[in-house]
């Protein structure tokens, strides 16, 4: 959900930038360098993703120390926040991620997010992002607590954003808020009960509620693109797992009761039906979410082995319709990117070998990923280097961590990917000569068409973190910080 405007974005990138827009700026910048891992397009003078998104979370990092970030009551400095967060999730550093999550959140409360008494006398592109700001909040605060058995900090909440910025499609709305609404059923007693900070007793028909909201269809007339549709439908299988681990925490369930969704069975129900989510959708559209839809992922293939070894040989799969077992699919998703296999194919893998009753699922698809046989050891995890994966895009092996390079990263935002795919860059260099970073900066188009690697997903217009990969655009002389605009190129 984009929660910057956009025109105010590619104005503070042709002028000299104030110390509070490079804060927004880089932390934009790192998100995107994660989201970067694992596709085709190599980074910039042959580095990693992974290190240009640690080069920008410095970055960011510094310039906070360099003015009264603590002081700054900007929206940016609330989305910074957030996008660092999301960028140590994206880095498997769970716990900076949660705290600056929590330094988003709890900035947003002082901003008053929470307050519909706040969007009073706003503009109406400043209350729309505003409005986006706390949701998304909202909604990645109740995923961690999924996963983490965190509290919740937003218990009071303001309408619904419910309008477009001008250049947006409709699309953008509607499937952020189907995404909102899923979340939204779990209140905060359904958190306390799940973090057991509660000693109301359970209510089945509470459980039964919100697994028959769950499992409702995608209504049909609402139009949703394929990445949509892979965060929402993911998503709504995992909240559903969310549900029944609480409702077998409460001890409700039954092997023979009434309701299916209150058997011990029931995640093998879930683990087809986002068998047949993933199996609808392209591979991209499920990729470019990142590590939080793989865990999701994860952990519904993950309980999905733990019944599997309770049932042993029982594994009623003719009950679905269904043939095909899911381990298969799941890891093959798991394997796309080299952080969610090392983090989660391989990681299943293992505990299919590890166990006889389930070992079965794994003698097939382990060959066809690359990946030893359970007679020949399962790689070991801190050795990544040793595993490789395939790319959906190119299907040739690659190592799993990119060869670094000693040389050190400086730079700057130098450009944007427009709607057509291009790169747009602004004030590029010559050999040996900085560009001019003041107002005056001058842009061109850069032939670099970005829908060869995204064929199946939407570009949207974003600053792209040192997008220079031609020797003549490589800069030679000091970078002078005083300066610190856009344009500047240097490595």
Not at 87 to 94: A, D, G, R, V
Not at 226 to 249: E, F, G, N
Not at 387 to 395: E, I
Request: some cysteine.
């Amino acid at each position: 959900m984009p929660l910057l405007y956009m025109p105010s974005l590619r104005e503070a990138i042709t002028r000299p930038l104030e110390m509070f827009e490079k804060n927004t700026l880089y932390s934009l910048c790192a998100l995107t360098s994660t989201h970067m891992m694992g596709k085709n397009i190599m980074a910039p003078g042959h580095h990693s993703w992974d290190a240009a998104a640690r080069f920008f979370l410095d970055e960011c990092i510094s310039v906070r120390q360099s003015y009264d970030f603590v002081e700054d009551r900007s929206l940016g400095a609330v989305v910074s926040s957030y996008f660092i967060s999301t960028s140590f999730f994206e880095l498997n550093q769970n716990r900076k991620s949660w705290y600056y999550l929590r330094e988003a959140i709890t900035m947003g409360q002082d901003l008053g997010l929470h307050d519909e008494g706040s969007y009073v006398r706003l503009s109406p592109t400043e209350e729309l992002c505003r409005r986006r700001t706390f949701w998304i909040l909202y909604v990645t605060e109740r995923q961690v607590v999924g996963f983490l058995l965190k509290d919740l900090s937003n218990n009071y909440t303001p309408a619904f954003p419910s309008t477009l910025h001008e250049y947006e499609s409709p699309e953008i709305h509607a499937g952020f808020m189907r995404l909102v609404q899923s979340y939204h059923l779990l209140d905060s007693s359904f958190v306390d009960v799940w973090n057991e900070a509660s000693d109301a007793p359970a209510s089945i028909v509470t459980y039964k509620s919100l697994q028959q909201q769950l499992n409702q269809p995608h209504p049909s007339h609402v139009s949703l693109t394929d990445i949509q549709k892979a965060d929402i439908l993911v998503t709504q299988q995992w909240l559903r797992l969310i549900v029944w681990q609480s409702s077998m925490r409460q001890g409700l369930l039954s092997s023979s009761a009434d309701d299916e969704s209150m058997t011990f069975s029931y995640p093998l129900k879930i683990a087809h039906s986002l068998l047949d989510v993933i199996s609808s959708l392209p591979s991209p559209s499920i990729e470019v979410h990142g590590m939080g839809i793989f865990e999701k992922i994860f952990e519904i293939g993950n309980t999905m082995l733990d019944v599997m070894q309770a049932c042993g040989q029982n594994i009623p799969n003719e009950n679905y319709g269904i043939a095909q077992d899911p381990f298969g699919m799941f890891v093959r998703t798991l394997s796309q990117t080299p952080n969610s296999q090392k983090q989660f194919a391989n990681l299943l893998l293992a505990k299919v070998a590890e166990k006889p009753e389930i070992q079965r699922f794994s003698q097939n698809i382990m060959p066809t990923l690359g990946i030893m046989t359970p007679g020949e050891g399962i790689p070991p995890l801190e050795t990544p280097s040793n595993v490789t994966y395939s790319s959906a895009a190119t299907g040739q092996a690659t190592s799993l961590i990119p060869p670094s390079t000693s040389r050190p990263w400086r730079g700057s935002i130098v450009g944007e990917i427009t709607d057509d795919g291009m790169i747009t860059a602004y004030g590029l260099a010559t050999a040996g000569q900085p560009t001019d970073c003041g107002t005056g900066a001058t842009s061109q188009e850069i032939p670099v068409d970005v829908r060869e690697s995204w064929a199946d997903e939407p570009v949207w217009p974003l600053p792209v973190a040192a997008m220079a990969t031609q020797p003549e655009w490589l800069v030679t002389s000091p970078v002078d910080d005083s300066r610190n605009g856009a344009g500047i190129v240097e490595y």
